[in-house]
């Protein structure tokens, strides 16, 4: 059942932003707040050392000196209005917690205690200053319980312990609400190959299927995406990029059910008990996404059977894991399974994709902790003639920019002959 609430103003998440920004829009308008946590559980209280102000209720301080310390601590990055503005507000922020009855720690005088922080200086960092406001070792617990307090007694809603699912938009694309789901009802469900067997599906680095409110469903692959590393700050990739597969979370409410492309999941492939290593095996057509997936495990056994064949366009420049074994079925009696693009030397004007396809099916590259073999496969690209070879600029088969440990045997390219291997 869905059920449809209507508010002003609504706030996601009730950490302690969230609650002071409710704080501040229920004076005007009817607002709500949805967080996934009791609001007092909310990860503000796991911070202990201190609220940073420049009172100078122990030693001299001031806003500007505190700016520059925000700024440097971001590396110069920061917004520096923002920045200046924050700081001189910071003042007043902390003297409207203590009104409100957040219980610092006093000075013999009474005044708000402050004690010394990481990256607080005094006259642009020139020495360490006292500039940390504290509530003993539970600073961000009471600024919870402050804040809190202060919701209820201006009626602010409450939705606890709900996911924010997506977001509803106007036609002319204006956010106009969300789509929230209880924890206590909601079902899960993650897109991924029909054949998962035995795979565990992570969803924000948590399991999904540990408790009783969430199930995994085993429906189609999302997408699949390129993504290579790059050094900080420079642009220049440092390894090489792959292409992995990306799954949608599914979420059912009720008959309703929508995908949450924003959600981060992964899929891990089983381990064969006899070997230690992931396993998996293809036996139709279209588990190309499961194909990827066990191609960029490290370690991973990928069994391709001899009926299948896998169309891999617009999937080349698949980067192999270290210690990857990709192995067929050919032999004497069987041809062995297929795997090819379409852009074919023979019929390039039908594929649009092919005027701009890159020259790599499979790319074996740099260091290989571990061997990899690629065997019993029959391999179709363009360049049938010329399917793995060393640095191999016009072949849509297998590039080596490796020496160590790749082993290819037993591939046949149809039309010409059996591939070399460097």
Same mark, same amino acid.
């Given at each position: 059942?869905?059920?449809?609430?209507?508010?002003?103003?609504?706030?996601?998440?009730?950490?302690?932003?969230?609650?002071?920004?409710?704080?501040?829009?229920?004076?005007?308008?009817?607002?709500?707040?949805?967080?996934?946590?009791?609001?007092?559980?909310?990860?503000?209280?796991?911070?202990?050392?201190?609220?940073?102000?420049?009172?100078?209720?122990?030693?001299?301080?001031?806003?500007?000196?505190?700016?520059?310390?925000?700024?440097?601590?971001?590396?110069?990055?920061?917004?520096?209005?923002?920045?200046?503005?924050?700081?001189?507000?910071?003042?007043?922020?902390?003297?409207?917690?203590?009104?409100?009855?957040?219980?610092?720690?006093?000075?013999?005088?009474?005044?708000?205690?402050?004690?010394?922080?990481? /990256?607080?200086?005094?006259?642009?960092?020139?020495?360490?200053?006292?500039?940390?406001?504290?509530?003993?070792?539970?600073?961000?617990?009471?600024?919870?319980?402050?804040?809190?307090?202060?919701?209820?007694?201006?009626?602010?809603?409450?939705?606890?312990?709900?996911?924010?699912?997506?977001?509803?938009?106007?036609?002319?694309?204006?956010?106009?609400?969300?789509?929230?789901?209880?924890?206590?009802?909601?079902?899960?469900?993650?897109?991924?190959?029909?054949?998962?067997?035995?795979?565990?599906?992570?969803?924000?680095?948590?399991?999904?299927?540990?408790?009783?409110?969430?199930?995994?469903?085993?429906?189609?692959?999302?997408?699949?995406?390129?993504?290579?590393?790059?050094?900080?700050?420079?642009?220049?990739?440092?390894?090489?990029?792959?292409?992995?597969?990306?799954?949608?979370?599914?979420?059912?409410?009720?008959?309703?059910?929508?995908?949450?492309?924003?959600?981060?999941?992964?899929?891990?492939?089983?381990?064969?008990?006899?070997?230690?290593?992931?396993?998996?095996?293809?036996?139709?057509?279209?588990?190309?996404?499961?194909?990827?997936?066990?191609?960029?495990?490290?370690?991973?056994?990928?069994?391709?059977?001899?009926?299948?064949?896998?169309?891999?366009?617009?999937?080349?420049?698949?980067?192999?894991?270290?210690?990857?074994?990709?192995?067929? /079925?050919?032999?004497?009696?069987?041809?062995?399974?297929?795997?090819?693009?379409?852009?074919?030397?023979?019929?390039?004007?039908?594929?649009?994709?092919?005027?701009?396809?890159?020259?790599?099916?499979?790319?074996?590259?740099?260091?290989?902790?571990?061997?990899?073999?690629?065997?019993?496969?029959?391999?179709?690209?363009?360049?049938?003639?010329?399917?793995?070879?060393?640095?191999?600029?016009?072949?849509?088969?297998?590039?080596?920019?490796?020496?160590?440990?790749?082993?290819?045997?037993?591939?046949?390219?149809?039309?010409?002959?059996?591939?070399?291997?460097?």
């Amino acid at each position: 059942m869905v059920t449809t609430h209507t508010y002003d103003a609504l706030v996601v998440g009730a950490g302690g932003a969230g609650m002071r920004a409710a704080i501040e829009l229920s004076d005007k308008v009817r607002t709500a707040v949805v967080s996934k946590l009791y609001p007092t559980r909310s990860h503000t209280g796991a911070a202990q050392g201190g609220v940073c102000a420049a009172l100078g209720n122990v030693e001299e301080d001031s806003p500007e000196w505190h700016a520059f310390d925000t700024v440097k601590g971001g590396d110069y990055l920061t917004d520096q209005p923002a920045a200046q503005l924050m700081t001189e507000e910071a003042v007043e922020a902390i003297y409207q917690l203590e009104r409100w009855g957040l219980p610092f720690n006093r000075t013999p005088e009474g005044r708000i205690d402050q004690r010394r922080f990481g /990256g607080h200086t005094a006259n642009h960092g020139e020495r360490p200053v006292k500039r940390a406001c504290y509530a003993a070792d539970r600073t961000g617990h009471m600024i919870l319980l402050t804040l809190y307090q202060q919701c209820v007694k201006r009626d602010v809603r409450f939705f606890n312990e709900f996911y924010c699912l997506d977001l509803l938009r106007d036609a002319d694309g204006a956010t106009a609400g969300i789509v929230a789901g209880q924890q206590a009802t909601l079902s899960w469900s993650v897109q991924a190959p029909s054949t998962c067997g035995a795979m565990r599906v992570l969803v924000d680095n948590f399991t999904v299927g540990r408790s009783g409110s969430m199930n995994v469903a085993a429906i189609e692959r999302s997408s699949a995406v390129y993504e290579p590393t790059y050094a900080p700050g420079s642009g220049e990739v440092v390894t090489p990029g792959f292409l992995r597969t990306h799954y949608v979370l599914r979420v059912a409410f009720g008959s309703a059910t929508r995908n949450l492309d924003t959600a981060h999941v992964d899929v891990v492939l089983p381990v064969d008990a006899a070997t230690g290593r992931p396993k998996v095996t293809i036996t139709a057509n279209h588990e190309v996404p499961l194909l990827l997936l066990g191609l960029t495990s490290r370690r991973a056994d990928v069994v391709v059977q001899n009926h299948v064949e896998l169309d891999l366009t617009g999937y080349q420049h698949i980067y192999i894991a270290s210690g990857v074994q990709l192995i067929g /079925g050919r032999s004497s009696r069987a041809a062995g399974p297929l795997i090819y693009v379409r852009c074919t030397a023979w019929e390039p004007a039908s594929i649009p994709y092919c005027s701009s396809a890159p020259n790599a099916l499979f790319q074996i590259h740099g260091d290989v902790a571990g061997a990899v073999r690629i065997t019993g496969l029959r391999i179709r690209g363009v360049d049938a003639d010329n399917i793995a070879a060393e640095n191999a600029t016009n072949s849509h088969g297998i590039v080596i920019t490796s020496a160590l440990g790749v082993e290819i045997d037993n591939n046949r390219s149809p039309g010409g002959g059996a591939p070399r291997s460097r």
